[in-house]
C-alpha cells in the first residue's frame, strides 16, 4: 500500500526565514501530488498540486514545490515565511490512473514565531 | 458558491452509543469522501462514494458506515462507539471520481466519545 511521510512533525521559525518542509512517498508508479494546509480554526484547503509537466510547481501565497521522481520526495518550499503561514501542513499522493484514494501524510505543524 | 457543509460541527457521545454525521457537497460535485483526523495520525481514509456507489473504503472496521443520497449528500454513521472514535471527521468533495482531482474539504464535525 501506498504511504506518505512527512518527517517534520513540528517546524518551529522566525518571520522572514526560508522554509522546506519534507515529503516522500513510498508508490513507485505514475502519481498525482498534493500539498494542503490547515489553518487555525479553519477547513483544508489545497495549496499546490502535480501532475505532470514541470517538476517544480507553484501555488497560492508564495509556496512551490518541487517532484523529484528519483528521490520520491515532493518537498515544499517558501523563501520568506510570514507569521500568517501558521498552519499545519499536509503532503498527499495518489495514483494518477484508476480509482485510488488519496493518502495523506501526517502532517507538519508550522509555527512562525513573529 | 456554497462550500462542503457538515452537521453537526460538535457532538459528545458515550462509549456505546452511535453516530450520524451528514455532508452536502460543493454544487454539482458527486464525488464524496470522508477522512478521520487525529492527532498525530493525520488524515485516515474512510471511504468515497460517487454517484451513490461505494467506490473506496479504507482500512476501518465494519462499525465504520456510509452513504450517499441522489442529490450527492452524504452521511456516515459508527456503532458502538468505543473513546478511540474521538476525532475530527472531515467530508470532501471533488468533481472527479477517485481522487484525481482536488479535493474540498468542509470543516469537519469533532466527536468526543466519553
Known amino acids: 500500500a501506498q504511504s506518505v511521510s512527512q518527517h517534520n512533525h513540528h517546524v518551529i521559525l522566525s518571520e522572514a526565514a526560508s522554509l522546506e518542509l519534507g515529503c516522500n512517498y513510498s508508490?513507485?508508479?505514475?502519481?498525482?501530488l498534493f500539498w494542503y494546509v490547515q489553518y487555525p480554526g479553519q477547513h483544508l484547503q489545497l495549496l499546490l498540486k502535480?501532475?505532470?509537466?514541470?517538476?517544480l510547481v507553484k501555488g497560492i501565497k508564495g509556496f512551490e514545490a518541487e517532484f523529484i521522481k528519483s528521490k520520491f520526495s515532493f518537498n515544499l518550499r517558501k523563501p520568506s515565511v510570514q507569521w500568517s503561514d501558521t498552519a499545519e501542513y499536509f503532503c498527499?499522493?495518489?495514483?494518477?490512473?484508476?480509482?485510488?484514494?488519496?493518502?495523506f501524510g501526517t502532517g507538519t505543524r508550522l509555527t512562525i514565531i513573529p | 458558491k456554497a462550500g462542503v457543509t457538515q452537521t453537526p460541527r460538535y457532538l459528545i457521545k458515550t462509549r456505546g452509543q452511535q453516530v450520524t454525521l451528514s455532508c452536502s457537497p460543493i454544487?454539482?460535485?458527486?464525488?464524496v469522501s470522508w477522512y478521520q483526523q487525529t492527532p498525530g495520525q493525520g488524515l485516515q481514509f474512510l471511504f468515497e462514494?460517487?454517484?451513490?456507489?461505494?467506490?473506496n473504503k479504507g482500512n476501518f472496521p465494519g462499525r465504520f458506515s456510509g452513504r450517499q443520497f441522489s442529490n450527492s449528500r452524504s452521511e456516515m454513521n459508527v456503532s458502538t462507539l468505543e473513546l478511540g472514535d474521538s476525532a475530527l471527521y472531515l467530508c470532501?468533495?471533488?468533481?472527479?471520481?477517485?481522487?484525481?482531482?482536488?479535493?474540498?474539504f468542509g470543516e469537519g464535525s469533532r466527536l468526543t466519545v466519553l
Open positions: 454544487s454539482g460535485h458527486r464525488s
Open positions: 498527499a499522493v495518489t495514483r494518477s490512473f484508476g480509482n485510488e484514494k488519496l493518502t
Open positions: 502535480y501532475f505532470s509537466g514541470d517538476p
Open positions: 470532501a468533495s471533488s468533481l472527479a471520481e477517485g481522487n484525481t482531482g482536488e479535493l474540498f
Open positions: 462514494y460517487f454517484s451513490e456507489t461505494q467506490r
Open positions: 508508490y513507485g508508479g505514475t502519481v498525482n
